[in-house]
């Protein structure tokens, strides 16, 4: 699909949908967890989070793999009313997550920090409204039993049983919502001058 591909993309981050989404899309890649403490400052803008530690994530593994790597890092928040619905530790604080989604509108942002080799940092944030049916108890039970959403923000993912039968509306980018705009990625990735599209 490109001609230019001789710069090595890293995947900062252990998340199969990531990983998933970066397939879909032919770039070659391999992954590189960066295993950071994932804090910020109290006071910062839960909207600037996901990019803050996007570039955190970046910047560690710029310091520990050789130079000529361009490193790509993401982090996805859950908003909803200005507050951040993390990944829930058990089935009940998921149950609560599912509860307070029910229903309503919440934004999805994923950051993406592209480390260059040349040691230049470039980020963006995309931003996916998601809109709920109603959901009942049944529903919610239903999923967290059949499909563990712990490791997921928010308690769901798009992409499973939840997404088809639960989500009313989105607007904005799909795959954001799965944890990475790999379109906007691409056309980053191109003015920076990853690679160059085949003329062919």
Not at 27 to 32: G, I, K, M, Q
Not at 73 to 88: E, F, G, M, R, S
Not at 95 to 112: A, C, F, P
Request: glycine fraction near 4%; charged fraction near 15%.
């Amino acid at each position: 699909m490109w001609n230019n591909l001789n710069k090595k993309l890293i995947l900062a981050s252990a998340s199969p949908r990531r990983a998933q989404i970066m397939h879909m899309a032919n770039l070659p890649f391999e992954v590189r967890p960066a295993n950071i403490d994932e804090s910020f400052p109290p006071d910062m803008p839960h909207a600037e989070v996901p990019v803050f530690l996007a570039k955190q994530k970046a910047q560690y593994l710029y310091t520990k793999l050789h130079p000529s790597n361009w490193i790509i890092a993401a982090d996805t928040v859950v908003l909803l009313q200005n507050n951040i619905l993390n990944k829930p530790a058990d089935a009940a604080e998921a149950k609560t997550m599912l509860s307070q989604l029910s229903g309503r509108t919440h934004e999805v942002i994923t950051g993406v920090a592209i480390q260059q080799a040349n040691g230049n940092l470039f980020s963006f944030s995309t931003s996916t409204q998601v809109s709920f049916w109603q959901l009942s108890e049944t529903q919610i039970n239903y999923y967290i039993a059949q499909y563990q959403p712990f490791d997921k923000a928010g308690s769901y993912a798009i992409q499973e049983w939840i997404g088809a039968v639960g989500i009313k509306e989105i607007k904005g980018c799909y795959f954001n919502v799965m944890g990475l705009p790999v379109s906007r990625l691409v056309l980053e990735l191109e003015i920076l001058g990853w690679f160059e599209p085949n003329k062919e």
